[in-house]
């Protein structure tokens, strides 16, 4: 099961990655505003995603500190 949300979480983090590498691509190529604007948005939507995701992991997982 760990393994899994490793993979999910790993996963959701390179989509973070890629699709900023894309708004960067953009912006310097000097493509439309319109489609900045879309990356944008999809890219903090993945950035929440991926922040549950770790949370939950975090959760589910976590050591509960020292006892």
Do not use: D, H
């Amino acid at each position: 099961m760990q393994l899994l949300v490793n993979i999910v979480l790993a996963a959701a983090l390179a989509a973070v990655l890629v699709v900023l590498g894309l708004g960067l691509w953009n912006m310097f190529k000097g493509g439309s505003g319109n489609t900045s604007q879309k990356l944008m948005r999809l890219r903090v939507a993945l950035q929440f995603v991926a922040v549950i995701l770790l949370m939950g992991a975090l959760l589910i997982f976590g050591s509960g500190g020292p006892q």
